[in-house]
């Protein structure tokens, strides 16, 4: 007797497993504008390189002998692959079975994602579209209701992970409940513009409960979540979304255990770009491109931002230094003049805990005028989150470079630097307690409002101060360890980056954090 019967049986399975929700399903799937689980893991992984896990978990309909009579397969998709040829795990609901939301055998692939990020040490990539838990039944036994009390919380393998290997996730259609959830609990989230929404609970249980009455666009859409930090970036589609992935995913180690890959290109470390030096205006009050300058800085086609939305005064990014993967951290005039108000307090300094965990070095483009003042950065609590990332950045583990672009002032100036920090300054630097403007307002009130002619008292005094907090005399009492052309600035920092490669190796596995503000 053989085992011919049992085998066609599993072949049948999983050629039912692969059919996903039947061909109307897939059809109004593709009519919405997105593509189905099993296609975006086409688009997403190396050719042929998916392995997948559980391929016959479902739910199975037999007769009395015990034949199959119907298959209704997990709605979820998981298993291994590569990304330019390193190993990851990837899953993913699929919405042509209940709208991605999960069936028992589902749930459990889902949660087996994570273990199996963890177990192997691998990247986790989820691919998210469904909703969360749902009181309507499925085909099959429904097995027992809840889990029991001495099982490990669901959320676990999810929190502990992030302490472990690079976490990337994307919303591409509806996402809701324990899903999105999963989208917030990563390292790098995006969601694609016109077909993703990111929701707690949707339009019919909000219009119950609260009597509002929104689609889910209003709710979740690209516009709400790219500027409250759910999500890290927007993508034009579900191809771009996947090429930031793994763009994402190249700067970062694979876990904790191990540093990121060093990845040379053709660009000399000793270029030295021209127009570095009138990039920043003469003129204190002008503004200049903070972005166009990192990019004349670190290795040509390096730079990767993420949360640009989200606390706009503020830049965070990845970039290179002669294939050294480093983290930045700067400046945009452009917004409030790079004052670093409450969101992007929060952003720099889970930025700052990102590069921490995956040892990346950090680099700091300083243009900082200090906190945002006023009343609404009162009650955003500006100084309650500045303080945080100020904490993160004087206790961060890894090595610091700062460039001391233009302005360094007030308590919000600590958050650019770090213990045993590499610290350059150009000549446009200036640094104080206050910017000028600010310090002559309060210092000089009673004399401006004697003077006879109070706005060229200002002028003169802001002059005279402003020669004050030039960098030289910094430089000349070693207060930074070099006044730069700005020119230099590539060829100072790779040669950093050579000093400190051999340090990395010391910084490999889990990192802590102490209670911050």
């Known amino acids: 007797m053989s085992w011919e019967k049992d085998v066609n049986e599993i072949k049948k399975m999983r050629i039912l497993a692969q059919e996903l929700g039947g061909n109307d399903a897939v059809e109004t799937h593709h009519a919405k504008g997105r593509l189905t689980i099993r296609e975006r893991l086409d688009h997403l992984l190396d050719k042929d ?76 990539v989820r691919l998210l579209e469904g909703g969360g838990g749902s009181i309507a039944k499925g085909k099959g036994n429904s097995g027992p209701v809840g889990s029991p009390v001495y099982e490990t919380p669901r959320f676990h393998s999810i929190a502990r992970i992030l302490g472990q290997v690079p976490v990337a996730s994307a919303a591409l259609g509806p996402v809701a ?3 999105a959830a999963r989208f917030a609990a990563s390292h790098f989230s995006v969601m694609t513009r016109d077909t ?9 249980l909000v219009e119950r409960a609260l009597n509002i009455k929104l689609t889910k666009e209003e709710l979740g859409g690209v516009q709400i979540h790219s500027r409250n930090a759910v999500s ?98 700067a400046n945009d005039c452009w917004f409030y003049a790079g004052a670093m108000g409450a969101d992007a307090a929060q952003k720099v300094r889970r930025f700052i805990e990102l590069c921490d965990t995956f040892h990346l070095p950090i680099v700091n483009f300083t243009d900082e005028p200090g906190f945002m003042i006023g009343p609404d950065a009162e009650k955003n609590g500006t100084i309650k989150y500045g303080t945080s990332a100020v904490a993160a950045a004087v206790m961060s583990v890894v090595p ?27 000549p446009s630097a200036e640094m104080g307690a206050l910017p000028v403007e600010g310090g002559v307002a309060v210092a000089y009130r009673r004399q401006l409002a004697a003077a006879d002619d109070p706005e060229k008292l200002r002028r003169e005094l802001e002059e005279q101060l402003a020669a004050q907090q030039s960098p030289f005399p910094r430089a000349e009492n070693f207060n ?21 490669r051999p340090n990395l190796e010391s910084l490999k596995g889990p990192v802590t954090f102490s209670f911050r503000p």
Not at 242 to 263: D, G, T
Request: charged share 20%; aromatic share 10%; glycine share 10%.
């Open 49 to 124: 390189s998916f392995a997948e896990q559980g391929r016959l978990a479902g739910a199975a309909e037999r007769d009395t002998d015990g034949n199959l009579v119907s298959f209704s397969p997990a709605n979820y998709i998981t298993g291994f692959g590569d990304i330019d040829g390193r190993r990851v795990v990837v899953g993913g609901e699929d919405f042509t079975l209940k709208g991605g939301s999960p069936n028992q055998a589902g749930l459990r692939k889902s949660i087996f994602a994570e273990e199996l990020a963890s177990q192997y040490r691998a990247p986790l």
């Open 196 to 204: 993703a929404q990111l929701l707690i609970a949707g339009p019919a």
């Open 232 to 329: 890290a970036n927007i993508a034009t589609s579900e191809i771009d979304a996947f090429e930031q992935i793994r763009q994402f995913l190249s700067y970062l180690p694979s876990n904790v255990w191990e540093l990121a890959e060093q990845r040379l290109n053709d660009d000399p470390p000793a270029r030295a770009d021209e127009a570095l030096l009138s990039i920043v205006p003469k003129n204190r009050r002008l503004p200049f491109k903070m972005r166009n300058l990192i990019e004349m800085v670190i290795d040509r086609e390096s730079y990767f931002e993420m949360g640009r939305a989200f606390g706009p005064g503020l830049i965070t990014a990845f970039g290179r230094l002669n294939g050294l993967s480093v983290g930045i951290i």
């Open 177 to 179: 409940g324990f899903p």
């Open 480 to 500: 930074v360890n070099d006044l730069i052309d700005p020119r230099e600035t590539r060829p100072a920092l790779c040669q950093w980056a050579e000093w400190i």
């Open 400 to 426: 610091w470079a700062t460039i001391v672009v233009r302005k360094a002032f007030g308590v919000a100036a600590a958050a650019h630097f770090s213990d045993g920090g590499y610290v350059l300054a150009w």
